[in-house]
């Protein structure tokens, strides 16, 4: 859709909306003043749309450096009065964790929301955490929608549920929610506050611990109010079927369990929860106290059904639950239908019948994820490689972080061997350079760089670390959609901003020896590769490169474009290309055999990217140039 239509001040109007869509539209309706972000798969969408309408709409954006100071300018507007919304991936929330958790202490004045995507099956995350968990850890009231409408309208309520306590509100979503397409209606629009006035007050937002131990008990104060809330609140509604087993349930779950409920004709009445911390102890001992069976359907951990058993325990409510404790539901990966299916079938003792066809999966071959072809990223790898083959070492250890350049754990590469979170891998080559004799390596990227690894590589140099670190600046925030970050001159409303210089700050940080090199000159970047394992001490080396989408995308803008080819009068099929450098555009056909009996090796136009690496590593000047007109 055209990001413009999210603008509509047109109550009554429908869309058919990405739900991230929806989130940016329902913040618009809201009256948000002011948003912040660190980009992450699956909450990106939501920084790409405003970062296009942010400024037509008359909101504050800005994708922060991490999430943690994401976390901090939206609690510092909201402290203003104005309406914020702060958004990330669930493992964001741990970087933004102490930032969050002090921020339920101090509490808001304009509605503070935070909203945190949640991805069961690690679509695109290192884990699955449940963040539903930081709800009870903070005491924050925590709202859970389930489709494109809800995370429209459900946002609008968090904003006023934030404001009428005084506390931020955790918005919690999942993949599939976040991802999800439905038609919205639209509201109106509520007129925004511009600027805001911060009134002082120490005792309030300055938690020393005098301050702090009043704080706390305020907030369990606060606590009570909001469970008064969820209890009576409309976001959470029963749906009578006059049945004999109840259901609870939320988020995407509801989705599956109202279909099959459906689909099976069964008779069963459910509780849709989404404002579900606090728990709604006196809905669910209503709901529950009319059932003798209650079936639990949640993806990830057993919250709701912890809750609902503590609630049956304290009002002696003898009823039978089944859920994820007693084995009747799985504990991880995202559900299905065919997951609430199996669970029906276990807990009702029915036989649920397949259809009389299934359709065969069709067999395709296996598409992995792989550095595109001319990823500046493959040229780095290679050299590194290469190096380490010269110099004879074959039990480097190279840490790695979270980007594009994590696909380096695959063959030929394998620069991966250790991987925490983001920003982690100066700090564990740090660990292993001071714990081991073997060399070690470390591969980060620019937006990585700035979001989390400066602390490390100050750490790096202060206790004088062995090792060589690799910063592979390819001008992006790539992986999750090409986004601005500080060493661009561009900030988050796409205006133009001042930079960082990452080898100026490097050398602020006291390290000489520093190099920069484009990775597109192969046999230089070899050449300081191996110099940089040599040298003793901290070596860092930034290779930088514009990513190769970016490159293409201009290129194609201007007219421009070229590709390779290879001369099979001189090609001899060594392997260095296809199977050393390893790109995606280049491929053996095993039914056109060589005169030596191997088999031949031919690009592919259609993805050639033109970088020109592969004519540059070939020994026999085999791979030559050819111009598109």
């Not at 210089?501 to 192969?522: A, N, Q, S």
């Not at 290129?555 to 001899?572: A, M, P």
């Amino acid at each position: 859709m055209k990001y413009q239509n999210i603008l509509a001040d047109e109550p009554g109007r429908k869309e058919f909306l990405l739900g991230n869509e929806a989130v940016v539209r329902g913040a618009l309706e809201a009256g948000v003043d002011f948003a912040s972000t660190y980009p992450g798969t699956p909450s990106s969408e939501i920084g790409n749309v405003l970062f296009y309408i942010a400024k037509q709409a008359g909101v504050y954006f800005e994708f922060s450096t991490n999430e943690k100071v994401a976390m901090e300018v939206s609690a510092a507007a909201a402290a203003s009065g104005l309406r914020s919304l702060v958004f990330f991936k669930h493992v964001g929330l741990n970087v933004a964790a102490d930032a969050f958790m002090t921020t339920a202490y101090i509490g808001t004045n304009g509605g503070l929301v935070i909203l945190t995507a949640d991805d069961p099956s690690m679509h695109s995350s290192q884990n699955e955490q449940d963040n539903r968990h930081y709800a009870m850890l903070s005491g924050m009231p925590m709202i859970e929608p389930s489709n494109a409408q809800e995370m429209k309208d459900f946002i609008k309520e968090a904003f006023e549920i934030s404001e009428k306590l005084k506390l931020p509100v955790l918005f919690r979503t999942t993949t599939r929610v976040n991802h999800v397409r439905g038609i919205v209606d639209y509201g109106e629009m509520k007129e925004k506050r511009g600027k805001g006035y911060f009134k002082k007050d120490p005792k309030r937002y300055v938690p020393v611990p005098e301050n702090s131990r009043r704080m706390h008990k305020a907030l369990l104060e606060k606590i009570e109010k909001a469970r008064e809330l969820s209890n009576s609140s409309p976001l959470n509604r029963v749906e009578w079927n006059d049945g004999e087993v109840g259901i609870i349930t939320s988020g995407v779950a509801y989705n599956y369990v109202y279909d099959v409920a459906n689909q099976l004709g069964l008779k069963v009445n459910i509780l849709k929860l989404a404002f579900t911390h606090p728990f709604p102890d006196e809905l669910v001992k209503d709901f529950i106290s009319k059932h003798k069976k209650i079936i639990i359907a949640e993806e990830l951990e057993p919250y709701l059904e912890r809750e609902t058993r503590i609630v049956a325990e304290m009002n002696n409510i003898d009823v039978e639950i089944y859920g994820k404790l007693n084995g009747y539901f799985p504990r991880a990966y995202e559900y299905n239908p065919d997951v609430i299916k199996d669970a029906f079938e276990k807990i009702l003792g029915i036989k649920v019948e397949r259809k009389a066809y299934e359709p065969k999966p069709v067999e395709l071959p296996a598409r992995p994820p792989v550095l595109c072809p001319g990823c500046p990223h493959r040229a780095t790898y290679y050299a590194a490689m290469m190096a380490l083959k010269q110099l004879k070492i074959k039990d480097a250890i190279i840490t790695t972080d979270i980007g594009c350049y994590t696909l380096g754990i695959q063959k030929p590469y394998e620069m991966a061997d250790y991987l925490l979170c983001m920003g982690s891998s100066i700090g564990t080559a740090v660990g292993f350079s001071k714990a081991t004799e073997q060399k070690v390596i470390g591969f980060v990227g620019d937006s990585t760089f700035f979001h989390a690894a400066i602390p490390g590589l100050i750490d790096a140099y202060h206790n004088r670390a062995n090792l060589v670190y690799v910063i592979l600046d390819n001008r992006t925030t790539a992986m999750t959609g090409h986004q601005p970050h500080p060493g661009l001159p561009m900030d988050g409303m796409g205006n133009k901003a001042p930079y960082v210089d990452i080898e100026k700050l490097v050398r602020g940080i006291g390290i000489d020896w520093v190099r920069t090199v484009d990775p597109y000159d192969v046999n230089e970047t070899i050449k300081v590769f191996k110099e940089a394992i040599q040298h003793e001490g901290i070596s860092v080396i930034i290779a930088k490169r514009e990513c190769a989408l970016l490159w293409d995308a201009a290129r194609r803008k201007q007219g421009e474009w070229w590709v390779y080819e290879i001369n099979q009068d001189k090609c001899t099929q060594c392997g260095i290309c296809s199977d050393w450098l390893a790109c995606v555009a280049i491929y053996k056909d095993k039914d056109d055999l060589a005169p030596n009996g191997k088999p031949r090796v031919y690009i592919n136009n259609a993805l050639c990217d033109g970088c020109g690496v592969c004519a540059t590593v070939c020994p026999f000047n085999a791979i030559e140039k050819k111009v598109i007109k």
